[in-house]
């Protein structure tokens, strides 16, 4: 993520502008998400709250526990029989009285494989005996008080799983969100049961399950509850008997429950159309075109050109506006759909020109000039709410000069710098919210087509169209005479992205038909877990507070976009990296027997990193699969196999590179305030050893070795 661009002066303009001021939360009214506080329209307190369309599970919020197989119905048309089926009535309420529109979620055939799992307790609780990040390997014990289970015919398979209370300073002790945060993404349509135990507060007092757990649990009668019967049954048949066959003693339960995971199908099916049809077009006669606008001459000591333009881009979104001014801001932003609810290019403006940088370096110039080879091409993509312009920074300057690679870069649509007044807008009403995953898949193809784009130029196959006096922006008059040189390779060409670069650039490393190395630096997977354990939660929480006061609601809500954060982000796509990859309709050329290519990853991280939980990479790191820690490691994260690097006799095609930085001051587990910024984050780009690390990634046949003396360090 990138914090000078979301300093909270910033985000007080924004919020100033659209919400209309920046001090703390409005007096907030009564929480619209709890099942025994919602009120009826006159004020009064419900009479009989089991009457409202809530989970009952728990009793401290109307949505909790989520997921939860309560909010689906039978559908005999989805590819796991099943589709949420969220009622409004359930849903949070902004300030203004307005709910949460379920819809965002109720076309999904099933809750989201890398969802969180939250509940709601009174607390202070007794948090010692949670198997936190650090001890996840006690969560799969018979013992742990939160256990997570597949289920698999009538047997239970335990799922590693690390659990923790929220610790933010605006929570609420009496309504204390409780997290159990799987430690992989979980597999696709699949039944999960969930049950918790053994609880207890700060005093030593226990925590007891609610009055309707309890009846179903005990077999006691709850009149007043008129579903609970039928709950009950489902409990009997297909929950109880389960956990008592996995030794789980029934009396002991405070909460059980399932859940349905969705089909991969239903999730990327949007963004595998987008891309497929988005290349098809571009590689039509005709639609493949780069315009040059500006050619900057020795804009910096180490750089030869900086050439402006943009890449005509087949536009899947209703508009180009990133809605920061519409009056219909999100509609803007979000996806054409035909009759069928398929994406479509949009009629009225087929294509988008969409501004890119490249960045040649002094390096290259003279390496061509000289006769030597064409440089590597290299694809950036930027931090959270930043643009191409990172590419203009030393840091980056600096490692294009000395790697002899050619940088180009677009800015990430969805979540650049022009998009965070309409993302604002949307906590403001998240029911607006999809517009941002929707907008960021236009935003991947517009990644996949600035990199088709240069390998067709680069090929002969794709227009150029300069509007500057320098006809060839791309090439250089060799010193010893004859036609000018083109300073890249079209057939080698890398991905490199930091921060939210880095978390993008691993949906980008799933989808990917042209690149098939991809370095992601301080990057992760999951960005409701990654969000609510940020600095940046501390701005973007307080913004959402403004509409949406009670912060368990925030807390809930936060879970659950995950579903929408699906559609674009890597939890959908890293489980693709390797095998099996992605379905593809292009060619045989461009995907051979129909499948994605397989793809290799190196992950850089940096302990105790306070933008980008580095639980987040671990995270990604199991759900890719196959991925090793380059030892030696400052820690070697739960489940992951190791490595020492490549030598002469074998090749370490992925890795996992943790950078530790002294001085940076350690971080305690679990979802809390950070409480500002280590070196870890902005760190890593700059390590001279993580230079030569990728380096020797980006090659024709390259792979990952131990650059570092011992532990990776800035040196």
């Given amino acids: 993520m990138k914090r000078r661009l979301i300093a909270s002066s910033s985000i007080c303009v924004f919020v100033f502008t659209l919400l209309g001021g920046c001090g703390g939360p409005s007096p907030s009214p009564t929480d619209g998400g709890s099942s025994d506080a919602l009120p009826r329209s006159d004020g009064a307190p419900p009479t009989n ?37 969220l009622p409004s009535e359930a849903m949070p309420t902004n300030r203004e009285g307005t709910p949460v529109d379920p819809s965002q979620w109720n076309w999904m055939d099933g809750f989201s494989p890398a969802t969180s799992i939250v509940t709601v307790v009174r607390g202070p609780i007794d948090k010692s005996i949670l198997p936190n990040e650090t001890r996840i390997g006690d969560s799969i014990s018979p013992q742990s008080p939160t256990l997570l289970f597949e289920v698999r015919g009538s047997t239970l398979q335990p799922v590693a799983h690390y659990a923790e209370v929220d610790e933010w300073p605006a929570v609420e002790q009496d309504r204390l969100p409780l997290y159990i945060r799987p430690a992989a993404r979980l597999r ?37 509850a008129p579903d609970i019967e039928m709950r009950r049954t489902h409990f009997e048949q297909n929950i109880f008997p389960l956990l008592s066959a996995t030794g789980v003693e029934r009396a002991t339960l405070i909460e059980a429950w399932d859940f349905t ?12 159309t987008i891309r497929d049809e988005g290349l098809r077009i571009l590689d039509m006669p005709g639609n493949c075109r780069i315009t040059v606008t500006q050619v900057e001459e020795d804009p910096e000591p180490n750089l030869w050109r900086r050439v402006h333009g943009s890449i005509r881009t087949p536009l899947f979104l209703n508009s180009t506006d990133p809605a920061a001014a519409s009056p219909t801001p999100f509609e803007a932003a979000r996806i054409r759909r035909n009759n069928d609810g398929r994406p479509v290019q949009n009629s009225e403006t087929p294509f988008a020109e969409v501004p890119f940088v490249a960045s040649i370096p002094k390096s290259v110039e003279r390496m061509v000039r000289e006769g030597g080879a064409p440089a590597r091409l290299l694809v950036y993509g930027h931090g959270l709410f930043g643009s191409r312009g990172e590419t203009h920074s030393e840091w980056f300057r600096r490692t294009i000069e000395e790697l002899k690679m050619v940088g180009i870069a677009v800015d990430w649509w969805g979540m650049s710098e022009n998009d965070l007044a309409r993302v604002l807008r949307s906590l403001r009403d998240f029911s607006s919210f999809i517009a941002t995953p929707e907008r960021l898949q236009q935003g991947l193809l517009n990644f996949m087509v600035l990199t088709r784009s240069f390998i067709r130029y680069g090929q002969g ?19 010893g005479g004859g036609d000018p040189r083109l300073v890249f390779n079209p057939e080698e060409r890398y991905y490199y992205g930091n921060s939210q670069g880095g978390i993008m650039g691993l949906s980008l490393a799933g989808l990917s038909v042209d690149i098939v190395r991809f370095v992601s630096g301080v990057g992760g997977i999951a960005y409701s877990t990654i969000i609510s354990r940020s600095t940046n939660w501390g701005y973007f929480g307080n913004v959402l507070g403004i509409s949406y006061p009670a912060y368990v609601d925030r807390a809930i809500m936060l879970v659950m976009s995950q579903t929408m954060w699906d559609l674009a982000e890597p939890a959908t796509y890293a489980p693709f990296i390797h095998t099996p990859t992605l379905p593809c309709t292009l060619d045989a050329t461009t995907c051979p027997d129909g499948r994605t290519p397989h793809h290799h990853v190196l992950l850089m991280v940096g302990q105790d990193d306070a933008q980008v939980p580095t639980i987040s990479a671990d995270t990604a790191a199991r759900t890719i699969g196959d991925v090793p820690v380059l030892l030696p490691a400052p820690y070697v994260p739960y489940g992951l196999p190791t490595t020492m690097g490549s030598n002469d006799t074998m090749k370490v095609r992925d890795a996992m590179a943790i950078f530790t930085f002294p001085g940076s001051r350690m971080l305690p587990p679990g979802t809390r305030d950070p409480m500002g910024d280590t070196p870890s984050h902005e760190g890593v780009r700059r390590a001279a050893s993580a230079l030569r690390m990728m380096d020797l990634f980006w090659r024709e046949d390259g792979a990952v070795y131990h650059t570092c003396d011992g532990v990776c360090d800035p040196e």
Avoid at 53 to 67: D, F, G, K, R, Y
Avoid at 196 to 208: C, N, Q, S, V, Y
Avoid at 261 to 272: A, F, H, P, Q, V
């Fill in 188 to 224: 696709e349509r699949t039944r999960y049961i969930v049950a918790i135990r053994g609880l207890k507060r700060a005093d030593g007092t226990p925590i007891e399950p609610s009055p309707y757990f309890r009846a179903i649990r005990d077999r006691t009668p709850l009149p007043e």
């Fill in 261 to 272: 995971t969705g089909s991969n199908e239903r999730i990327y099916r949007d963004m595998l």
């Fill in 461 to 479: 196959r794709c227009e150029l169209n300069s509007m500057t006096s320098i006809a060839q922006p791309f090439h250089v008059a060799p010193g």
């Fill in 49 to 85: 709250p089991y009457l409202l369309p809530c989970e009952h599970i728990n009793s401290l919020h109307c949505l909790a526990p989520w997921p939860s197989d309560r909010y689906t119905v039978s559908d005999p048309s989805t590819a796991t029989g099943k589709r949420i089926a």
